[in-house]
């Protein structure tokens, strides 16, 4: 039977977080009545702990939970579409295994799936910083993507149409789309293709992430996943979108360099050893040419301060923070290291699973 909404959720070895989760999601379907409107489904990448036999108890339980377990090991990003791929449903929320809704949200949510039939991707503004540029509602494709190309792809906060993920994968193949936002390329193209509007509204669906908990950042993770894959993610679909598509993307990459910037400068000088620095200015030099002349600016400084001795570039960082951001850009700083530094600590002694960014290929 064909469903409402599939709620999607790739995992690996994540047993405790998708126990959380799926206990969440369970109480909160059967409470509201949802149970002939939702589907949850599963993606397991292989596990090798305890999840595959979570998932087959919940789904003794629950008629409204499906799964796909893959035989081995296809990486992230496989994973992530093939979750979204099977749905049994109109459209699909995608959520990773630590994150976390809120728990009255998804009436509000299959109200507003229900009345529009003209909608192809929706996404929830709460934690966007410039929401009040953003009138509730159907939404023009530039100032849409102007505003939410990189917000529009984070786990919890978009809802698509199946169709979309479907036809796309069968169409081009799995190997056809970005490391980082596939999904944010499939939404793109499949609004294109369908002629059907984004929509935007301040839902407040996820209410928290574990994700700063269970990942470890670094400044290559932050240059590939925030700056060079969205730059790519966008440069190889160009060819079939039209052109004030792509410029509207782009136009928001180009205002979100600053922050981008200060950011893989955080990692890069106050977390990361001389390996990860090296690999990052290496990468970033390599690529400068697919990016504009302010962007290589940053981007330029960047590599030079990677490639300065730590206490230099560490009391140089600290000025220019707390120039442009003050004493509390200053503490904020401090709190963001000091927890990488512990998570750091924590994954080598294996006392925590944290996980660093991996690619595919």
């Given at each position: 039977?064909?469903?409402?909404?599939?709620?999607?959720?790739?995992?690996?070895?994540?047993?405790?977080?998708?126990?959380e989760?799926?206990?969440?999601?369970t109480?909160?379907?059967?409470?509201?009545?949802?149970?002939?409107?939702?589907?949850?489904?599963?993606?397991d990448?292989?596990?090798?702990?305890?999840?595959?036999?979570?998932?087959?108890?919940?789904?003794?339980?629950?008629?409204?939970?499906?799964?796909?377990?893959?035989?081995?090991?296809?990486?992230?990003?496989?994973?992530?579409?093939?979750?979204?791929?099977?749905?049994?449903?109109e459209?699909?929320?995608f959520?990773?295994?630590?994150?976390?809704?809120?728990?009255?949200?998804?009436?509000?949510?299959?109200?507003?799936?229900?009345?529009?039939?003209?909608?192809?991707?929706?996404?929830?503004?709460?934690?966007?910083?410039?929401?009040?540029?953003?009138?509730?509602?159907?939404?023009?494709?530039?100032?849409?993507?102007?505003?939410?190309?990189?917000?529009?792809?984070?786990?919890?906060?978009?809802?698509?149409?199946?169709?979309?993920?479907k036809?796309?994968?069968?169409?081009?193949g799995?190997?056809?789309?970005?490391?980082?936002?596939?999904?944010?390329?499939?939404?793109?193209?499949?609004?294109?293709?369908?002629?059907?509007?984004?929509?935007?509204?301040?839902?407040?669906?996820?209410?928290?992430?574990?994700?700063?908990?269970?990942?470890?950042?670094?400044?290559?993770?932050?240059?590939?996943?925030?700056?060079?894959?969205?730059?790519?993610?966008?440069?190889?679909?160009?060819?079939?979108?039209?052109?004030?598509?792509?410029?509207?993307?782009?136009?928001?990459?180009?205002?979100?360099?600053?922050?981008?910037?200060?950011?893989?400068?955080q990692?890069?000088?106050?977390?990361?050893?001389?390996?990860?620095?090296?690999?990052?200015?290496?990468?970033?030099?390599?690529?400068?040419?697919?990016?504009?002349?302010?962007?290589?600016?940053?981007?330029?400084?960047?590599?030079?301060?990677?490639?300065?001795?730590?206490?230099?570039?560490?009391?140089?960082?600290?000025?220019?923070?707390?120039?442009?951001?003050?004493?509390?850009?200053l503490?904020?700083?401090?709190?963001?290291?000091?927890?990488?530094l512990l998570?750091?600590?924590?994954?080598?002694?294996?006392?925590?699973?944290?996980?660093?960014?991996?690619?595919?290929?």
């Amino acid at each position: 039977m064909t469903k409402l909404l599939t709620i999607s959720i790739p995992t690996w070895n994540r047993e405790l977080l998708l126990k959380e989760l799926l206990f969440d999601l369970t109480q909160q379907i059967t409470q509201f009545s949802l149970e002939d409107s939702i589907e949850i489904l599963i993606s397991d990448n292989n596990s090798e702990d305890n999840t595959w036999q979570l998932i087959n108890d919940y789904q003794s339980k629950f008629n409204f939970i499906s799964s796909n377990r893959n035989l081995s090991n296809v990486g992230a990003k496989s994973n992530v579409l093939k979750s979204m791929e099977l749905a049994h449903s109109e459209f699909v929320l995608f959520l990773g295994d630590d994150d976390r809704i809120r728990k009255d949200c998804l009436p509000e949510l299959l109200s507003i799936l229900k009345g529009s039939s003209n909608l192809g991707v929706l996404v929830d503004i709460s934690k966007y910083k410039y929401k009040e540029q953003l009138k509730p509602g159907y939404q023009e494709y530039s100032t849409f993507l102007e505003n939410l190309y990189w917000y529009m792809g984070n786990a919890g906060y978009f809802v698509c149409r199946t169709i979309f993920f479907k036809s796309l994968l069968q169409k081009y193949g799995y190997d056809f789309f970005n490391e980082c936002w596939p999904h944010t390329q499939i939404m793109i193209l499949g609004m294109v293709n369908s002629n059907q509007q984004p929509f935007a509204k301040d839902l407040i669906i996820p209410i928290e992430s574990k994700h700063d908990q269970v990942m470890l950042y670094s400044s290559y993770y932050l240059w590939r996943t925030c700056v060079y894959d969205l730059l790519i993610s966008i440069n190889d679909i160009k060819s079939l979108i039209p052109l004030e598509i792509f410029n509207a993307c782009r136009h928001q990459m180009k205002i979100g360099i600053r922050q981008n910037f200060l950011n893989i400068l955080q990692c890069g000088v106050f977390v990361d050893d001389l390996d990860i620095k090296r690999r990052t200015r290496n990468d970033i030099l390599n690529k400068l040419n697919l990016f504009s002349l302010k962007e290589i600016v940053y981007l330029i400084f960047i590599t030079f301060a990677l490639s300065l001795p730590g206490f230099i570039s560490k009391f140089f960082s600290n000025l220019f923070i707390g120039l442009t951001k003050g004493k509390s850009g200053l503490a904020k700083k401090n709190t963001f290291v000091n927890t990488e530094l512990l998570k750091k600590k924590l994954k080598s002694e294996r006392i925590m699973q944290i996980r660093s960014l991996e690619f595919e290929k």
